[in-house]
C-alpha cells in the first residue's frame, strides 16, 4: 500500500475518478438514447404513411431498425414529399404573402 506525503491514498482518487466517468457515460446515455428512440419512432411513422408497398417498406424498416440513426438519415434525405406535403406548403406560404401584403412595412399602423 502507497501512502503520500500527505498522508492520502492514491488508491482513492482512482476511485473518485472512476465514478466520475461512470456517471458521465450514464448521463451520455440518459441523453442520447431517448433522441434516438425519437428519430426512430418518427422515421418508421414516416415510412408506413408514405405506401411504398410491401417490400419498399420492409426493407427501408429495417435499415432504420438495423442502423437506426443512419438508416433515419438516408429516409428523411431520400424521401419524396407527399402531394399533401407541398400542397400544404404552398398554401401556408400563400397565406403569408398575402398576410404581408395587408400589414403595413413598419407596423406602426400609421
Not at 503520500?4 to 458521465?24: M, Y
Not at 438508416?71 to 400563400?94: F, N
Amino acid at each position: 500500500m502507497h501512502v503520500l506525503v500527505d498522508g492520502t491514498d492514491p488508491d482513492e482518487d482512482r476511485v473518485h475518478c472512476a465514478e466520475g466517468k461512470d456517471f458521465a457515460v450514464t448521463l451520455f446515455w440518459l441523453v442520447v438514447i431517448p433522441i434516438v428512440c425519437v428519430v426512430v419512432a418518427l422515421t418508421l411513422y414516416d415510412i408506413f404513411r408514405h405506401h411504398l408497398g410491401g417490400w419498399g417498406t420492409a426493407g427501408w424498416c429495417l435499415l432504420v431498425v438495423i442502423l437506426p440513426m443512419i438508416g433515419s438519415i438516408i429516409w428523411w434525405a431520400a424521401r419524396k414529399p407527399m402531394p399533401g406535403d407541398v400542397d400544404a406548403a404552398y398554401v401556408a406560404e400563400a397565406e403569408i404573402r398575402a398576410q404581408n401584403q395587408r400589414s403595413p412595412v413598419d407596423r406602426t399602423g400609421l
